[in-house]
């Protein structure tokens, strides 16, 4: 079985200033991680997954994330954040079901607040 | 290419009334999954369709139904509604069948009030 863990439900930083959502899984197998985005009365955007291809992965809008295997981790980082980052964001993991199928759960949620 | 689309918008119902929500994947998508999403337990995976069967469920109950067209397009419906059904309904479409870790494009989502 797997989960998703976001450690922070709300994060505030300074426009300008680096930006770090955390996240940690756990899944029984080699899982694809994605992070998405919700601006408020949207749907989701992709902002970048994880294929088992490179652990540092290059999303939209400069965002990018790094797959740790040995910390069961995938941060989302931004080196600069903008007014238009504010939004919700959810890490989340593909991975195989009782079924043999695979199906993805969705962490809880970060809420990040960007300061002018 | 056009987004994924979800009819209505927004909708308002009673208790006890039954619902049906409509979406469109992406064109060439043949994979379609239902989510519900609400404040106190997220976002939560309903199910997926795939070449008109359902491949994949979450654990709702059997109240929630849906179905897949030979055009790709879904329907969800939601009988005996209850105020615990109060939600954003997102619809996902994505290239094929969910054995690879495709990635899902969502909708806008329906927003479902139940009074």
């Known amino acids: 079985a797997q989960s998703v863990t976001q450690l922070d439900s709300h994060v505030s930083v300074s426009e300008g200033t680096p930006v770090l959502l955390r996240c940690n899984y756990s899944?029984?197998?080699?899982?694809?991680l994605f992070w998405y985005v919700q601006h408020p009365n949207k749907g989701l955007q992709l902002l970048l997954k994880?294929?088992?291809?490179?652990?540092l992965v290059k999303g939209i809008n400069g965002f990018e994330a790094e797959f740790k295997k040995s910390e069961t981790s995938f941060h989302l980082t931004k080196p600069s954040a903008h007014m238009s980052d504010a939004a919700e964001y959810f890490c989340?993991?593909?991975?195989?079901?009782?079924?043999?199928?695979?199906?993805?759960?969705f962490g809880s949620g970060t809420r990040l607040q960007v300061q002018p | 290419k056009a987004g994924v689309t979800q009819t209505p918008r927004y909708l308002i119902k009673t208790r006890g009334q039954q619902v049906t929500l409509s979406c469109s994947p992406i064109?060439?998508?043949?994979?379609v999954s239902w989510y519900q999403q609400t404040p106190g337990q997220g976002l939560q995976f309903l199910f997926e369709?795939?070449?008109?069967?359902?491949?994949n469920k979450g654990n709702f109950p059997g109240r929630f139904s849906g179905r897949q067209f030979s055009n790709s397009r879904s329907e969800m419906n939601v009988s005996t509604l209850e105020l615990g059904d109060s939600a954003l309904y997102l619809c996902?479409?994505?290239?094929?069948?969910?054995?690879?870790?495709?990635?899902?494009?969502f909708g806008p989502g329906t927003r479902l009030t139940v009074l």
């Open positions: 994880y294929t088992s291809a490179a652990t």
């Open positions: 899944s029984s197998y080699s899982p694809s």
């Open positions: 064109s060439g998508h043949r994979s």
């Open positions: 989340v993991v593909s991975d195989l079901k009782d079924t043999g199928r695979r199906a993805l759960t």
């Open positions: 996902a479409s994505s290239p094929r069948t969910s054995g690879s870790p495709d990635t899902q494009y």
């Open positions: 369709y795939f070449s008109e069967t359902q491949r």
